[in-house]
């Protein structure tokens, strides 16, 4: 799996966008793009994942850039209850058990 | 659906004692998957299943054993507990082969081994 660099740690007023980057130079060309994160004290949720286009969901928006090598997760209105660790994670769509390697995130904290 | 489910939410061990951390899914995943969290840590994978009868080692092993009889459940052992397994464990699983990396994880078991 490509290494990840994320920033430690991001703040963000409530309502406003959150803007999480990520580097990815590494990156094969078969290998996607994860979004996961860690609300306090609860196990990892899935956000979003994505290969080359850009894809939203309910949660978030996903923005890759045309090299791939770095992405950036869009929570649009971020309120109270997004403040948690966010995990970028670059891996390769397998017919087998898919491993997540996570490392320490981004802490995202979102105030009032 | 129930989901994942973990239990015990919390335990104390002394060192030295065993215990089985127990993960159920009600989803029929044939994935499912140990990991561990230190404080301030990411997640460690430390056992994995790809099926009923067949596990593997993930970074982690050293200290746990698992087994994996029914596609539901995949107990993990701690057979002589140790300070260093002071930790939170989370259970997770994921969809069938097809190649989806979603995994869906439980709520987690939170180790203290004094």
């Known amino acids: 799996d490509a290494k990840t660099t994320q920033p430690t740690s991001m703040d963000c007023a409530e309502g406003r966008a959150a803007n999480l980057p990520c580097n990815h130079s590494?990156?094969?060309?078969?290998?996607?793009v994860y979004w996961y994160r860690q609300i306090h004290s609860q196990g990892p949720q899935y956000i979003i994942h994505g290969l080359k286009n850009n894809e939203t969901n309910e949660m978030a928006s996903l923005i890759i850039t045309e090299d791939r090598k770095s992405s950036t997760l869009i929570l649009p209105h971020a309120t109270l209850r997004d403040t948690a660790v966010y995990y970028c994670?670059?891996?390769?769509?397998?017919?087998?058990?898919?491993?997540?390697?996570f490392g320490t995130g981004t802490r995202l904290q979102v105030t009032l | 659906n129930a989901g994942v489910t973990q239990t015990p939410k919390f335990r104390i061990l002394k060192i030295g004692q065993s215990m089985t951390l127990q993960c159920t899914q009600d989803m029929n995943h044939n994935y499912m998957y140990w990991y561990r969290q230190d404080p301030g840590m990411g997640l460690k994978l430390i056992y994995y299943s790809v099926g009923a009868g067949i596990t593997d080692k993930g970074e982690v092993p050293n200290g746990y054993n698992v087994s994996r009889s029914t596609t539901e459940d995949f107990p993990l052992r701690l057979e002589l507990a140790a300070p260093s397994q002071t930790s939170v464990y989370f259970c997770?699983?994921?969809?069938?082969?097809?190649?989806?990396?979603?995994?869906?994880f439980g709520p987690g078991t939170r180790l203290t081994v004094l």
């Open positions: 590494t990156i094969s060309g078969n290998e996607y």
């Open positions: 994670i670059v891996r390769v769509k397998s017919g087998t058990a898919s491993k997540l390697t």
């Open positions: 997770a699983s994921s969809y069938p082969a097809g190649g989806d990396n979603e995994q869906f």
